[in-house]
């Protein structure tokens, strides 16, 4: 058995590191679903059944619980997945198995506060937000923008925060193709001040929603100002899947460090910036 890691692409590489460093001795597979990357720009359907398929492989090859290691994935098709999908999964396998996502723990970290916990709201126009005491900023995909899951979910929370989501189509395509640094640090330095100028300066905390970008979180360090706080999604899910862990011991995770790298797309090796990210060569098996 093991901790099953997705995403469409390397980008939840990002994570699953993070992971592998908190749990060192547990199982891991990941699996990147090359062959539909970029899922950013899919519909809300497309987006669900490319998820449950990836997830479902996971399964087969021993994972007991999944962390969709995507922002997309975890906006669009976690809770539909967990809802209708999860306990036909689970008894099918014969074994506890669900599925987990990144932004709950995202918002934990953003907000301070647990997900369990929503505000009185005495409701507040999006203009008027401008003028909250902290302004968050999110980096993510069209389709994570398009679900306002952010907006949404940290408004509940805090009605001192106001959070602007700004969509980077295309980024996760150059960051998955091993693009140039200077083409990544224009493209980056473009969408962080587009945000500036529709919010009017530059926000307190930025959350990079798409785990491809914390690959290049140095060229978003560098655009944004030096008071600005990045929050990483890799710590926040680790410090998360810890504490589930610790309530729910009944999923086999596997003690004997393995790791198995699987892709839909070509296997065989990386992008030099996915190698020099990882720390060493990064080769991909079939799934």
Known sequence: MAIGVFDSGVGGL?????????????????????????????????????????????????????????????AIALRRLQQTWVPEAAARHGRP?????????????????????????AGQLESDKRAAIDITGVFCTAATAISRVYEIEIDKRRDDLAVFSEPCPGLAGLIELGAPEEELRIVVADHVDALRRRIGRHPDKAILGCT???IVAGLFADALPPETTLIHQPSAVADALERYFDRHPEYDLGN??????????????????????????LTFDPA
Not at 44 to 53: K, M, N, P, Q, S
Not at 97 to 121: C, D, H, K, Q, Y
Not at 259 to 281: I, N, Y
């Open 97 to 121: 198995v669900n599925v987990l996502g990144i932004i709950v723990p995202t918002i934990e970290a953003a907000t301070g506060l647990p997900w369990s916990f929503e505000a009185e709201r």
């Open 256 to 281: 004997s460090q393995r790791r198995e790298f699987l892709t839909t797309g070509k296997p065989g090796p990386q992008s030099d910036m996915v190698s020099q990210f990882w720390g060493a060569p």
């Open 212 to 214: 491809h970008y914390e």
């Open 14 to 74: 990002t994570v699953h590191r993070e992971l592998t460093r908190r749990f060192p001795t547990r199982d891991f597979v990941y699996l990147a679903d090359q062959a539909n990357a970029p899922i950013g720009s899919k519909s809300g359907e497309a987006i669900v059944d490319i998820t449950r398929d990836g997830c479902e492989r996971l399964f087969e090859a021993g994972a007991s619980v999944i962390v969709l290691a995507c922002n997309t994935a975890s």
